[in-house]
């Protein structure tokens, strides 16, 4: 079953621009973590935040998190092309069916044009 | 650090055929993972080890679908037999500690026609 859900489920942005992409999910977590998968290719951890956590930058990126909303964003400021891929959001959770997994959303493709 | 090791990295078989893949985790990591991504979704966890045992095999077709990790290392998957819905990539990774990022491997991506 799919903890998180992200939106939107496509995006498409010209360089330079900024990104954001939403991530909602059911049951308390211990963690979030977003990834990216470029095309054909496995998925490269890009950023955690814990639940105690709020804001949290790596880069280019901030990741916010709302444990009241069940709900995490990912901005990525000044998109190039390079960025251009799909993200994921996934969840360790603290209940349910998931419990200690590390459950993943259907993802947003981002298409960023030169 | 080398990263997470999978091969082949592509397969086509026929249905009803069995084929096996094989992952070599990061060197120190006691927990691996195998999930099945199926196109235009998210990953879905198949399996998890710690070490040479499994923590958690809830969503594997246990009918068809079986993995060992033999001395708490390298990770086999296999499945047999072969059905049109197993075309997938599957991905092995690794974390170091279970609640922390995980590492993946490029997948392998399995064709059954």
């Known amino acids: 079953s799919q903890q998180g859900e992200e939106d939107p489920q496509a995006l498409s942005i010209q360089e330079g621009e900024n990104a954001t992409m939403n991530c909602s999910y059911k049951?308390?977590?211990?963690?979030l973590q977003w990834y990216r998968q470029n095309s054909g290719r496995g998925l490269v951890h890009l950023i955690l935040?814990?639940?105690?956590?709020r804001e949290k930058h790596s880069g280019r990126l901030r990741v916010t998190l709302d444990t009241s909303k069940k709900s995490s964003s990912l901005l990525i400021t000044a998109s190039r092309a390079a960025d251009t891929a799909s993200y994921f959001c996934a969840t360790i959770s603290l209940g349910g069916t998931s419990y200690g997994k590390l459950t993943f959303g259907q993802g947003t493709i981002l298409t960023v044009h030169p | 650090e080398a990263g997470v090791a999978q091969s082949p990295r592509y397969k086509i078989i026929e249905k009803r055929q069995s084929v096996a893949f094989w992952c070599n985790p990061i060197s120190g990591h006691a927990t691996l993972y195998w999930y099945q991504q199926i196109l235009g979704q998210g990953p879905k966890l198949l399996i998890q080890?710690?070490?040479?045992?499994?923590?958690?095999d809830s969503q594997l077709p246990k009918d068809r679908f079986s993995a060992e990790r033999l001395k708490g290392v390298d990770s086999t998957l296999k499945i047999q037999p072969a059905k049109l819905e197993d075309s997938a990539v599957y991905l092995c990774?690794?974390?170091?500690?279970?609640?922390?990022?995980?590492?993946f491997g490029s997948g392998t991506r399995l064709t059954v026609v």
């Open positions: 935040i814990r639940s105690n956590e």
């Open positions: 080890f710690q070490n040479n045992g499994v923590v958690d």
């Open positions: 049951t308390s977590i211990n963690n």
């Open positions: 990774a690794s974390s170091l500690w279970q609640n922390g990022g995980y590492t």
